[in-house]
C-alpha cells in the first residue's frame, strides 16, 4: 500500500520515529540500527516501509535500504516470525550476514540473536532457504559467471542466499560477470555481490 514515505524525522523514540510527510505525522517502527543512523540527521531521508495490518492493529515498518525492507517481508514470511521479532533479527544480525547463515544452514549465528532458540533458527534458515528454491528453480546457468570461477557451489549457495533480498539471478549474474570470485568462500562473494549493487 505505501511503498515509501519522504520527509523530515521530527522524533526518534525507542522503536520508532515520527516522520512528518507534507505536515502529516507517520509513526513508523524501526531497526535499532536505522534509528541509530537516523541520530542528529536533519535532512529529509526516505524510508522504505511495509504496511502491517492485523485485526486488533496497524502499523507501519520503514527501512532506510529497499535490500533491508525485502529481506524484513522475507522473515515475516516464515511462520512464527512477526514483525517485532523481525525488526529483533535485523537490529542484531546485518543482511549479508543473515545471507550467509542461510545459504551455509548456520544455525549457530542465528542463535546468536537474542529471542532466537535452536527451533526457530532453524526454520528460518531452512523455510527462506526452500522459498527462494523454490521461486526459481533454474540455478546458475550463466557460463560467463561459471567460468569465471571453478568455485560453481559456492557461487550457486550465494546466488540463493541473494535472492532472500528480493534479487532475481538475472540481477545477480549480472554482477557475478564481472566479478573476481574464484578464490572466494560465500560469504565473501555475497560480501562483493552487495557491494557492487549498492553502486549500481
Not at 529497499?66 to 517481508?73: I, V, Y
Not at 527462506?128 to 523454490?134: E, G, H, S
Amino acid at each position: 500500500m505505501y511503498a515509501f514515505f519522504y520527509g523530515k524525522v521530527e522524533n526518534i523514540l525507542n522503536d520508532r520515529i515520527i516522520l512528518n510527510v507534507n505536515n502529516i505525522g507517520y509513526e513508523i517502527y524501526m531497526p535499532e540500527n536505522d534509528l541509530n543512523n537516523l541520530e542528529g540527521y536533519d535532512m529529509p531521508v526516505k524510508v522504505y516501509t511495509h504496511f502491517h495490518v492485523r485485526e486488533d492493529d496497524m502499523r507501519l515498518f520503514g527501512f532506510l535500504s529497499n535490500e533491508t525492507l525485502n529481506f524484513f517481508k522475507k522473515l515475516i514470511s516464515v511462520s512464527g516470525v512477526g514483525p517485532k521479532a523481525a525488526l529483533g533479527i535485523i537490529s542484531n544480525i546485518s543482511v549479508s550476514d543473515m545471507c550467509v547463515a542461510i545459504a551455509t544452514e548456520n544455525i549457530l549465528t542465528l542463535k546468536s540473536v537474542p529471542g532466537i532458540g535452536p527451533k526457530m533458527a532453524q526454520k528460518i534458515i531452512f523455510e527462506l532457504k526452500d522459498k527462494v528454491l523454490k521461486e526459481e528453480m533454474e540455478g546458475i546457468k550463466d557460463k560467463k559467471a561459471v567460468k569465471k570461477s571453478e568455485n560453481s557451489e559456492n557461487i550457486q549457495e550465494a546466488i540463493t542466499a541473494l535472492q532472500v533480498l528480493g534479487y532475481t539471478q538475472k540481477q545477480i549474474k549480472d554482477v557475478l560477470v564481472n566479478l573476481n570470485v574464484e578464490e572466494d568462500n560465500v560469504e565473501n562473494i555475497i560480501r562483493k555481490v552487495l557491494k557492487e549493487m549498492q553502486n549500481i
